[in-house]
């Protein structure tokens, strides 16, 4: 691993799990991340400095109990815990059986991972866990047929209780992830007739709070106080930025400025994920935006800083690759 310039404003985002987000956290003034072992099957967590230095293992989940019975996609650190989001799935003739599960273990104390949240799903569905003050934010939305039904839970990390927060069933817009704000307020995007959406949750119903034309098709990510799209457009990586008011705070490519030490364009999609960097949004706000780039065929990952004050000037916070982990 390396870094070439860990910035500053990284550490102040808040832990979320994005879709197929990282497995970097950084909590307490310490780089945490999960490593697989292939001898020996050993999945372990780590930490060190922020600079990579003095690197130590943290503990080391169970293969057979963890990874292989839940699973896990993703893994978050937030407020003394590591946190296990696992999604296994089972074929039955046609059906398909899911597991959603969310586990948590104590950093220190050297116990067992206990399971949280564990709900079976028959259907297509999508998760989003946000991680705010002390409290885990769960939205499970579920398809039937043409509409989505979305269920919105709360759990108290300190009381070890889940509390509902919010139910709508037969909802004909496509719905995306939600946010949460450090105060508990919940905002959902999405998407119908070429009309995107940010909707905050109050009393019990949504309320629009900005709408837009656009001509793409994917339901709006939303972040820190923005909604974010990011489409290709000849070939050029576009990005869109939209507040929760409905403000157009940028509208362009997404990379004008190349990325110190890559060797290809992230702005440029061919059409060929083999070629093309995959990105995901790791964070950010109407300041900047913090995205994760991989290079499958030369299995490099970075994560980039892109200031949104200075024309999404780009800043390498971290780099590694195959030959350096």
């Known amino acids: 691993m390396s870094r070439p310039g860990l910035h500053s404003r990284y550490r102040q985002l808040r832990a979320y799990a994005a879709d197929g987000g990282t497995s970097v956290s950084v909590y307490n003034g310490k780089l945490y991340w999960v490593g697989e072992q292939l001898e020996g099957h050993k999945t ?47 074929v039955n003739g046609a059906e398909v059986q899911s597991l959603e599960s969310l586990l948590a273990v104590p950093l220190e104390g050297g116990q067992e991972p206990a399971v949280v949240y564990e709900q079976e799903v028959n259907t297509y ?54 946010w949460v704000t450090e105060t508990g307020e919940i905002y959902l995007p999405g998407i119908q007739d070429n009309q995107a959406y940010i909707w905050h949750l109050e009393a019990g119903s949504r309320k629009e709070t900005a709408a837009w034309e656009t001509a793409d098709t994917d339901v709006p990510y939303l972040l820190e106080g923005i909604a974010v799209q990011s489409t290709a457009r000849e070939e050029i990586r576009w990005l869109e930025v939209v507040s929760y008011t409905g403000e157009h705070l940028y509208s362009g490519a997404m990379f ?36 994760s780039l991989f290079d499958f065929l030369g299995g490099e990952s970075n994560t980039i800083l892109l200031d949104l004050t200075d024309n999404l000037k780009p800043t390498v916070l971290w780099r590694s690759t195959r030959d350096n982990g």
Not at 55 to 82: A, C, F, M, N, S
Not at 126 to 149: A, C, I, P, Q
Not at 256 to 285: C, H, Q, R, W
Request: charged share 25%; glycine share 8%; no cysteine.
């Open 44 to 90: 372990i967590l780590y930490r060190s400095d922020l600079s990579g230095a003095n690197r130590e293992e943290v503990l080391q989940l169970d293969w057979q109990k963890v990874i292989l019975t839940y699973q896990p996609q993703r893994y978050v650190i937030h407020r003394g815990y590591l946190y296990i989001l696992g999604h296994s799935s089972e």
């Open 125 to 178: 569905y999508e998760s989003t866990y946000r991680f705010v003050g002390n409290s885990v934010y769960l939205e499970m939305l579920t398809k039937s047929e043409d509409t989505w039904n979305i269920v919105i839970s709360r759990y108290d990390t300190r009381e070890k209780t889940w509390e509902p927060l919010y139910e709508e069933k037969n909802i004909s817009a496509s719905i995306g992830k939600m």
């Open 256 to 291: 004008p400025a190349s990325v110190p030490g890559l060797e290809k364009d992230p702005g440029v999609t061919s059409g060929n994920p083999a070629e093309d960097y995959s990105m995901i949004f790791i964070g950010g706000d109407r300041e900047k935006l913090v995205v």
